[in-house]
Protein backbone atom coordinates (compact mmCIF):
# COMPACT_ATOMS: atom_id res chain seq x y z
CA UNK A 1 0.00 0.00 0.00
CA UNK A 2 1.84 3.48 -1.23
CA UNK A 3 2.19 6.13 1.36
CA UNK A 4 0.65 8.29 -0.91
CA UNK A 5 -2.85 7.12 -0.33
CA UNK A 6 -4.35 11.04 -1.19
CA UNK A 7 -2.39 13.90 -0.69
CA UNK A 8 -3.35 17.08 -2.72
CA UNK A 9 -1.03 20.08 -2.95
CA UNK A 10 -2.39 23.51 -4.66
CA UNK A 11 -5.29 21.84 -5.60
CA UNK A 12 -7.01 24.65 -8.50
CA UNK A 13 -10.30 23.90 -10.04
CA UNK A 14 -13.03 26.68 -11.52
CA UNK A 15 -16.00 26.10 -13.23
CA UNK A 16 -16.17 29.68 -15.36
CA UNK A 17 -15.96 32.13 -12.83
CA UNK A 18 -16.24 30.46 -10.18
CA UNK A 19 -13.28 29.05 -8.06
CA UNK A 20 -14.50 25.50 -6.91
CA UNK A 21 -11.45 24.50 -5.12
CA UNK A 22 -8.24 27.88 -4.37
CA UNK A 23 -4.81 26.08 -3.93
CA UNK A 24 -6.26 23.49 -1.81
CA UNK A 25 -3.69 21.43 0.85
CA UNK A 26 -4.98 17.98 2.37
CA UNK A 27 -2.60 15.31 2.76
CA UNK A 28 -4.36 12.04 4.66
CA UNK A 29 -2.89 9.52 6.77
CA UNK A 30 -2.95 6.08 6.00
CA UNK A 31 -5.05 3.46 7.35
CA UNK A 32 -7.48 6.52 8.94
CA UNK A 33 -10.64 8.04 8.68
CA UNK A 34 -10.99 11.47 7.51
CA UNK A 35 -14.09 13.51 7.97
CA UNK A 36 -14.35 16.29 5.70
CA UNK A 37 -16.78 19.35 7.11
CA UNK A 38 -17.87 22.15 5.08
CA UNK A 39 -21.17 24.06 3.95
CA UNK A 40 -22.17 23.28 0.66
CA UNK A 41 -20.71 24.93 -1.91
CA UNK A 42 -16.95 24.92 -0.24
CA UNK A 43 -15.51 22.08 -2.86
CA UNK A 44 -16.27 18.76 -0.85
CA UNK A 45 -17.82 17.06 -4.09
CA UNK A 46 -15.48 18.82 -6.39
CA UNK A 47 -12.61 17.49 -4.43
CA UNK A 48 -13.63 13.90 -4.75
CA UNK A 49 -15.11 13.59 -8.56
CA UNK A 50 -11.41 14.93 -8.83
CA UNK A 51 -10.15 11.90 -6.95
CA UNK A 52 -11.90 9.85 -8.99
CA UNK A 53 -10.74 11.56 -12.44
CA UNK A 54 -13.71 12.82 -13.15
CA UNK A 55 -12.61 16.46 -13.61
CA UNK A 56 -9.41 17.99 -14.38
CA UNK A 57 -7.58 20.36 -12.17
CA UNK A 58 -6.56 23.72 -13.64
CA UNK A 59 -3.79 23.88 -11.59
CA UNK A 60 -1.51 21.85 -8.89
CA UNK A 61 -1.34 18.08 -8.28
CA UNK A 62 -3.36 15.08 -6.39
CA UNK A 63 -2.24 11.56 -5.79
CA UNK A 64 -4.87 8.82 -5.10
CA UNK A 65 -3.54 5.44 -4.18
CA UNK A 66 -0.23 6.28 -5.39
CA UNK A 67 -1.01 7.58 -8.60
CA UNK A 68 -2.49 10.59 -10.78
CA UNK A 69 -6.22 10.03 -11.17
CA UNK A 70 -6.37 12.29 -14.06
CA UNK A 71 -3.43 10.87 -15.88
CA UNK A 72 -4.36 7.15 -14.98
CA UNK A 73 -8.15 7.07 -14.20
CA UNK A 74 -8.34 3.61 -14.41
CA UNK A 75 -5.91 1.97 -12.10
CA UNK A 76 -7.18 4.65 -9.95
CA UNK A 77 -10.09 3.06 -10.35
CA UNK A 78 -9.21 0.27 -9.59
CA UNK A 79 -7.62 0.68 -5.96
CA UNK A 80 -10.39 3.42 -5.14
CA UNK A 81 -14.43 2.54 -3.78
CA UNK A 82 -16.55 5.46 -4.08
CA UNK A 83 -20.02 5.53 -2.78
CA UNK A 84 -22.67 8.94 -3.92
CA UNK A 85 -24.90 11.06 -2.07
CA UNK A 86 -27.80 8.99 -4.18
CA UNK A 87 -27.57 6.04 -5.78
CA UNK A 88 -26.49 6.04 -9.77
CA UNK A 89 -26.35 2.62 -10.88
CA UNK A 90 -28.57 1.46 -12.85
CA UNK A 91 -32.25 1.27 -11.57
CA UNK A 92 -33.27 -1.78 -13.53
CA UNK A 93 -30.81 -4.05 -12.35
CA UNK A 94 -30.92 -5.95 -8.38
CA UNK A 95 -27.88 -6.41 -6.31
CA UNK A 96 -27.11 -9.43 -8.19
CA UNK A 97 -27.01 -8.54 -11.09
CA UNK A 98 -24.77 -5.24 -10.28
CA UNK A 99 -22.43 -7.58 -8.64
CA UNK A 100 -22.41 -9.70 -11.73
CA UNK A 101 -21.48 -6.96 -14.27
CA UNK A 102 -18.90 -5.37 -11.19
CA UNK A 103 -17.08 -8.89 -10.99
CA UNK A 104 -16.79 -8.89 -15.32
CA UNK A 105 -15.40 -5.23 -15.24
CA UNK A 106 -13.61 -4.48 -12.13
CA UNK A 107 -10.40 -6.75 -11.30
CA UNK A 108 -9.71 -8.35 -7.75
CA UNK A 109 -14.03 -8.52 -7.41
CA UNK A 110 -14.51 -10.80 -4.30
CA UNK A 111 -17.54 -12.33 -4.43
CA UNK A 112 -17.41 -13.99 -1.11
CA UNK A 113 -17.00 -10.37 0.71
CA UNK A 114 -20.10 -8.94 -1.67
CA UNK A 115 -22.48 -11.67 -0.76
CA UNK A 116 -21.16 -11.66 2.82
CA UNK A 117 -21.92 -7.91 2.81
CA UNK A 118 -25.63 -8.37 0.95
CA UNK A 119 -26.25 -10.93 3.99
CA UNK A 120 -25.11 -8.54 6.76
CA UNK A 121 -27.12 -5.31 5.19
CA UNK A 122 -30.09 -7.36 4.30
CA UNK A 123 -30.54 -6.13 1.15
CA UNK A 124 -33.20 -7.92 -1.18
CA UNK A 125 -31.51 -10.06 -3.63
CA UNK A 126 -34.64 -9.71 -6.44
CA UNK A 127 -35.88 -6.20 -6.03
CA UNK A 128 -34.58 -3.85 -8.74
CA UNK A 129 -32.67 -1.02 -7.16
CA UNK A 130 -35.05 1.56 -8.12
CA UNK A 131 -38.11 -0.40 -6.36
CA UNK A 132 -35.90 -0.24 -3.28
CA UNK A 133 -36.05 2.54 -0.33
CA UNK A 134 -33.43 4.93 -0.54
CA UNK A 135 -31.52 3.00 2.61
CA UNK A 136 -31.62 -0.32 0.48
CA UNK A 137 -30.35 1.55 -2.35
CA UNK A 138 -27.49 3.07 -0.93
CA UNK A 139 -26.54 0.08 0.88
CA UNK A 140 -26.15 -1.44 -2.16
CA UNK A 141 -23.98 1.21 -3.38
CA UNK A 142 -21.67 0.44 -0.31
CA UNK A 143 -21.58 -3.30 -1.40
CA UNK A 144 -20.11 -1.93 -4.44
CA UNK A 145 -18.19 0.56 -3.57
CA UNK A 146 -16.26 -2.12 -1.34
CA UNK A 147 -16.80 -5.24 -3.27
CA UNK A 148 -13.28 -4.81 -5.05
CA UNK A 149 -11.37 -4.36 -1.72
CA UNK A 150 -10.33 -0.93 -2.23
CA UNK A 151 -7.49 0.88 -0.77
CA UNK A 152 -9.36 4.51 -0.37
CA UNK A 153 -12.72 4.99 0.22
CA UNK A 154 -14.12 7.32 -0.93
CA UNK A 155 -17.75 8.81 0.69
CA UNK A 156 -19.96 11.76 -0.39
CA UNK A 157 -22.82 12.56 1.95
CA UNK A 158 -23.52 8.87 2.09
CA UNK A 159 -25.95 8.90 4.91
CA UNK A 160 -28.61 11.66 4.26
CA UNK A 161 -32.07 10.51 4.15
CA UNK A 162 -31.15 7.14 5.95
CA UNK A 163 -33.23 6.60 9.30
CA UNK A 164 -31.21 6.14 12.37
CA UNK A 165 -31.80 1.99 12.52
CA UNK A 166 -30.17 1.84 8.33
CA UNK A 167 -27.52 4.87 9.42
CA UNK A 168 -26.27 2.43 12.37
CA UNK A 169 -26.13 -0.82 10.11
CA UNK A 170 -23.82 1.50 7.79
CA UNK A 171 -21.39 2.45 10.33
CA UNK A 172 -21.73 -0.65 11.82
CA UNK A 173 -20.91 -3.25 9.35
CA UNK A 174 -19.47 -1.18 6.61
CA UNK A 175 -17.54 1.77 7.65
CA UNK A 176 -16.95 -0.15 11.27
CA UNK A 177 -15.10 -3.02 9.23
CA UNK A 178 -13.07 -0.70 6.66
CA UNK A 179 -11.76 0.65 9.75
CA UNK A 180 -10.46 -2.59 10.96
CA UNK A 181 -8.90 -3.53 7.59
CA UNK A 182 -7.20 -0.20 7.26
CA UNK A 183 -8.39 1.64 4.73
CA UNK A 184 -7.83 5.29 4.03
CA UNK A 185 -11.24 6.88 3.73
CA UNK A 186 -12.38 10.39 3.17
CA UNK A 187 -15.86 10.72 4.11
CA UNK A 188 -17.37 14.02 3.43
CA UNK A 189 -20.88 14.83 5.23
CA UNK A 190 -22.54 17.58 7.18
CA UNK A 191 -23.97 15.13 10.21
CA UNK A 192 -22.04 15.94 13.09
CA UNK A 193 -22.83 13.05 15.30
CA UNK A 194 -21.45 10.49 12.02
CA UNK A 195 -18.62 13.09 11.95
CA UNK A 196 -17.68 12.10 15.52
CA UNK A 197 -18.65 8.54 15.77
CA UNK A 198 -16.17 7.40 12.57
CA UNK A 199 -13.53 10.10 12.29
CA UNK A 200 -10.07 9.81 13.35
CA UNK A 201 -9.12 13.52 11.46
CA UNK A 202 -11.05 16.10 10.65
CA UNK A 203 -10.75 18.74 7.60
CA UNK A 204 -12.43 21.37 7.62
CA UNK A 205 -13.02 23.04 4.02
CA UNK A 206 -14.40 26.48 3.10
CA UNK A 207 -13.99 28.58 0.44
CA UNK A 208 -12.57 25.74 -1.45
CA UNK A 209 -9.43 25.30 0.55
CA UNK A 210 -8.75 23.26 3.97
CA UNK A 211 -9.20 25.89 6.81
CA UNK A 212 -8.46 23.22 9.62
CA UNK A 213 -6.78 19.75 9.46
CA UNK A 214 -5.88 16.86 12.35
CA UNK A 215 -7.37 14.70 14.90
CA UNK A 216 -10.91 16.16 16.06
CA UNK A 217 -9.13 16.74 19.75
CA UNK A 218 -6.53 19.02 18.05
CA UNK A 219 -9.06 20.89 15.59
CA UNK A 220 -10.84 21.35 18.64
CA UNK A 221 -8.35 22.46 21.82
CA UNK A 222 -5.83 23.63 19.29
CA UNK A 223 -4.22 27.34 19.64
CA UNK A 224 -6.75 28.53 16.50
CA UNK A 225 -9.29 26.53 17.41
CA UNK A 226 -11.16 29.89 17.41
CA UNK A 227 -10.82 30.17 13.43
CA UNK A 228 -13.56 27.68 13.47
CA UNK A 229 -17.45 29.04 13.21
CA UNK A 230 -18.54 28.86 16.37
CA UNK A 231 -21.80 27.02 15.48
CA UNK A 232 -19.69 24.40 13.96
CA UNK A 233 -17.36 24.16 17.41
CA UNK A 234 -19.82 23.90 19.50
CA UNK A 235 -22.23 21.30 17.67
CA UNK A 236 -18.40 19.10 16.79
CA UNK A 237 -17.72 19.52 20.77
CA UNK A 238 -21.08 18.82 21.36
CA UNK A 239 -21.45 15.16 19.42
CA UNK A 240 -17.77 14.35 20.49
CA UNK A 241 -19.35 14.13 24.13
CA UNK A 242 -22.13 12.36 22.94
CA UNK A 243 -20.65 10.02 20.85
CA UNK A 244 -21.40 6.28 21.45
CA UNK A 245 -18.55 3.64 20.56
CA UNK A 246 -19.73 1.12 17.70
Request: charged share 25%; hydrophobic share 45%.
Amino acid sequence: MSDDMFAARGLTKRFGRALALDGLDLELVSGQTTVLLGENGAGKSTLLRLALGVLRPHRGSLIVAGRDPWRDPDSVRRSVGYVPDRPDAPSWMTIVELCRFMAAHQPGWHVSHSEDLIERLDIPRERKLGQMSRGQAMKVMLVLAVGHDPDVLLLDEPFGGLDPVVREEVLRTVIGAMQTDGRTILCATHELDVAARIADRVAIIADGRVRRHGAVAEVLNGDDSAELPRGLHDALVAATEEVVPC
